[in-house]
Structure formats: structure tokens, C-alpha cells
């Protein structure tokens, strides 16, 4: 049965990258690692190591124990922190977008193998290099076919982890976003403003939640068909994202016809001015509606609810604020925003 390429998954070349103070050593990595097809990136110290970390992002970390400046262990102590604080800078963005996009997948942490090479042999050597984080260890004089066949498992079982990675963040992504809009779904709405209930807890600071409703869509629904409905559902919810003016908004289908936006630091003067532009934008639309009893085309009512979250309240009483304030810019003729 023959042996398994590194390339099998990812079809471009890995790129090794050596910190080693030896320049023989280096050497002879360099054209060893070469003419198995990876691309090499030498360094001399820990230091180096963690500069050239971020700017190449290699496959593979060759490191040497024992260095000038910062030695083997500490180098590899800082690239593991290095791939934790990148991981939770891409889960932080994950928790303020409404969509998960290739962008942000790329960002995830793909645990960078880290092989530690080095003249060190004895036990309490070993033990902490891998206390340190290294994926695994050989140690000098280094024998070729040992440290080409540790590499290519290395590789391999990387690269299957960056698929299963993708896919669970593929399946995390379905799980919060609504499969007709692309939008938020009730559940990332519902994780979302519960944690940013307890954020602005902690600062004092304002939390906006807009509720809209698509006007008789009953009628619209009956008139039109239900893949016109869907379509139209599609159509509003697109404009009401595009019109969400902080990162930070959360735009999500609340459910049927209706939509939430969660507005972390907002005041009630500028969650009014947004549900105003969405208004707006959805009239602009001029989207036929026959079966509307306020306009010729599609309509948004809309109810508005600012507070200060603290410890003794709860996202509940917000919900129940705008659901009001909603319910009443209907009970008043609808096509209109209310504010509580």
C-alpha cells in the first residue's frame, strides 16, 4: 500500500517553517525539506519564530530547544497563545456577525503543528517540551527518514483537522442562520441579545431592540402565492441588513413576516433614525401590494424600545417593550413606528 502524499488534501506545497540557531543545521533542514516539495522558511531564535509566525503562517513549526534571545520552549509557550488569541478574535467576530463567511473560517485556529528538534534527550527535556504545547519531538544527530515520516503524519493529520474544523463551523453556521433570508435565526437572536444583555450590564450602557412586522402580509401571502411571499420576505430582510449601521447590529428573522434588530450602545434617538431609513428603504422597494390597506406597496410597522440593561432586569422586558410598542404602531393604522 503506498504512503499517503501531504498533498493529497491541500494542494499546495506546506510550508515549513525552521528556528534553529545552527546554520548547518538549517542547511541541511532547508535541502532536506526541499526535495520532498515543502517550502522552507529558516529563522535563528524564538523571536524570530513568532514574527515570522504571523506574516507566513506556516504548516509546520521545526523548533530547536536551545536558542539565543528565546529559547525553544518559550517560543513555543507564546505560539500556542498566539493561535488561542486569534481563535477567540475570530470567534469574538463570529458573535457580531449575522452570517459566517469564508473570511472568518479561514481566521479559526488550525493548531500548527509544532515539532521540536534538539540536542536535548532526557526525560525531563521531553516532558517539558511537551508541557510547553509541542505536537511532538526528535532529537540530534537527526535521522532523515524518521523526521520525513513524523512530518508527513504531522501534515496529514493537520489538514484533516482544518476539513473537520470547516465543517463544524459550516454546521454552527446552519444552526444560526435562517435558510430563507441568510439572516439571524430566533436562536442566534436569543444567544445574541443575552449576551450583550450582560455585556452592557457591566457598562451601563444602551440597548436598542427594533421589532417590524411586513404589513397584511396574509394578504399579500393569498394574492400573490407563497413563493412571491418568500421572495418579498427575502427582499426585506436584505434592505433592513443593509441599513443596520453598526457592525455590531444584529438583524435577525424573529419569525413569519416579522424581524428583530438587536443595537448594542444605542439610545433611543438613533434606533428611531435607523427604523426610519429601514422604513424607507422597504417603501423604495415599490414592492406591489394590492392586499394592503395603507399603501399600494409593501409596509413596515415598526415598534422601538431603548434601556439600560442592569442585573435586576432581563432581555425579556425589552422584547416585551418593542412587542407593545409594535403592537400598537398596528393598532394605530400600521405603515408607522412607535416607540416605548
Same mark, same amino acid.
Given at each position: 500500500m503506498s504512503a499517503i502524499s501531504p498533498f493529497t488534501i491541500s494542494?499546495?506545497?506546506?510550508?515549513?517553517?525552521?528556528?534553529?540557531?545552527?546554520?548547518?543545521?538549517?542547511?541541511?533542514?532547508?535541502?532536506?525539506?526541499?526535495?520532498e516539495g515543502y517550502r522552507v522558511v529558516e529563522v535563528t531564535d524564538g523571536k524570530q519564530c513568532l514574527d515570522a509566525y504571523e506574516t507566513v503562517k506556516?504548516?509546520?513549526?521545526?523548533?530547536?530547544?536551545?536558542?539565543?534571545?528565546?529559547?525553544?520552549?518559550?517560543?513555543?509557550?507564546? @505560539?500556542?497563545?498566539? $493561535?488561542?488569541?486569534?481563535?477567540?478574535?475570530? %470567534? !469574538?467576530?463570529?458573535?457580531?456577525?449575522?452570517?459566517?463567511? *469564508?473570511?472568518?473560517?479561514?481566521k479559526i485556529w488550525e493548531r500548527t503543528p509544532i515539532l521540536m528538534i534538539t540536542s536535548l534527550d532526557d526525560e525531563e527535556s521531553v516532558d517539558r517540551a511537551f508541557e510547553a504545547g509541542a505536537t511532538d519531538y526528535v532529537t540530534k544527530p537527526i535521522h532523515w527518514a524518521v523526521l520525513r515520516q513524523r512530518l508527513r503524519r504531522l501534515l496529514q493529520?493537520?489538514?484533516?483537522?482544518?476539513?473537520?474544523?470547516?465543517?463544524?463551523?459550516? @454546521?454552527?453556521?446552519? $444552526?444560526?442562520?435562517?435558510?430563507?433570508?441568510? %439572516? !439571524?435565526?430566533?436562536?442566534?437572536?436569543?444567544?445574541?441579545? *443575552?449576551?450583550?444583555?450582560i455585556n452592557l450590564a457591566?457598562?451601563?450602557?444602551?440597548?436598542s431592540l427594533i421589532l417590524c412586522d411586513i404589513d397584511f402580509f396574509k394578504f399579500y401571502n393569498d394574492q400573490y402565492g407563497h413563493p412571491a411571499g418568500d421572495l418579498c420576505i427575502q427582499k426585506v430582510g436584505a434592505i433592513l441588513n443593509n441599513k443596520a449601521q453598526k457592525h455590531q447590529d444584529l438583524v435577525a428573522r424573529y419569525g413569519g413576516e416579522e424581524f428583530a434588530v438587536?443595537?448594542?450602545?444605542?439610545?433611543?434617538?438613533?434606533?428611531?433614525?435607523?427604523?426610519?431609513?429601514?422604513?424607507?428603504?422597504?417603501?423604495?422597494l415599490q414592492i406591489t401590494h394590492d392586499g394592503s390597506m395603507?399603501?399600494?406597496?409593501?409596509?413596515?410597522?415598526?415598534?422601538?424600545?431603548?434601556?439600560?440593561?442592569?442585573?435586576?432586569?432581563?432581555p425579556s422586558d425589552l422584547i416585551v417593550a418593542a412587542d407593545k410598542a409594535l403592537y400598537q404602531a398596528k393598532a394605530e393604522g400600521r405603515n408607522r413606528i412607535v416607540i416605548k
Amino acid at each position: 500500500m503506498s504512503a499517503i502524499s501531504p498533498f493529497t488534501i491541500s494542494k499546495q506545497p506546506p510550508v515549513i517553517l525552521v528556528a534553529d540557531d545552527d546554520k548547518t543545521i538549517r542547511v541541511l533542514l532547508r535541502e532536506a525539506m526541499e526535495q520532498e516539495g515543502y517550502r522552507v522558511v529558516e529563522v535563528t531564535d524564538g523571536k524570530q519564530c513568532l514574527d515570522a509566525y504571523e506574516t507566513v503562517k506556516p504548516d509546520i513549526v521545526l523548533l530547536d530547544a536551545l536558542m539565543p534571545v528565546m529559547d525553544g520552549f518559550t517560543c513555543c509557550k507564546q @505560539l500556542l497563545q498566539i $493561535a488561542r488569541n486569534n481563535l477567540m478574535s475570530a %470567534l !469574538a467576530s463570529l458573535d457580531t456577525d449575522s452570517a459566517l463567511g *469564508n473570511t472568518v473560517i479561514s481566521k479559526i485556529w488550525e493548531r500548527t503543528p509544532i515539532l521540536m528538534i534538539t540536542s536535548l534527550d532526557d526525560e525531563e527535556s521531553v516532558d517539558r517540551a511537551f508541557e510547553a504545547g509541542a505536537t511532538d519531538y526528535v532529537t540530534k544527530p537527526i535521522h532523515w527518514a524518521v523526521l520525513r515520516q513524523r512530518l508527513r503524519r504531522l501534515l496529514q493529520q493537520a489538514q484533516i483537522y482544518k476539513q473537520l474544523e470547516a465543517a463544524n463551523l459550516a @454546521l454552527q453556521h446552519l $444552526a444560526n442562520v435562517d435558510g430563507l433570508t441568510g %439572516l !439571524a435565526n430566533r436562536r442566534r437572536f436569543d444567544d445574541y441579545i *443575552n449576551t450583550q444583555w450582560i455585556n452592557l450590564a457591566q457598562e451601563e450602557a444602551s440597548l436598542s431592540l427594533i421589532l417590524c412586522d411586513i404589513d397584511f402580509f396574509k394578504f399579500y401571502n393569498d394574492q400573490y402565492g407563497h413563493p412571491a411571499g418568500d421572495l418579498c420576505i427575502q427582499k426585506v430582510g436584505a434592505i433592513l441588513n443593509n441599513k443596520a449601521q453598526k457592525h455590531q447590529d444584529l438583524v435577525a428573522r424573529y419569525g413569519g413576516e416579522e424581524f428583530a434588530v438587536i443595537m448594542p450602545y444605542t439610545h433611543a434617538t438613533g434606533a428611531v433614525y435607523v427604523a426610519k431609513t429601514m422604513q424607507a428603504g422597504v417603501r423604495n422597494l415599490q414592492i406591489t401590494h394590492d392586499g394592503s390597506m395603507v399603501s399600494q406597496y409593501v409596509t413596515l410597522s415598526m415598534g422601538v424600545a431603548t434601556t439600560v440593561p442592569t442585573w435586576e432586569s432581563s432581555p425579556s422586558d425589552l422584547i416585551v417593550a418593542a412587542d407593545k410598542a409594535l403592537y400598537q404602531a398596528k393598532a394605530e393604522g400600521r405603515n408607522r413606528i412607535v416607540i416605548k
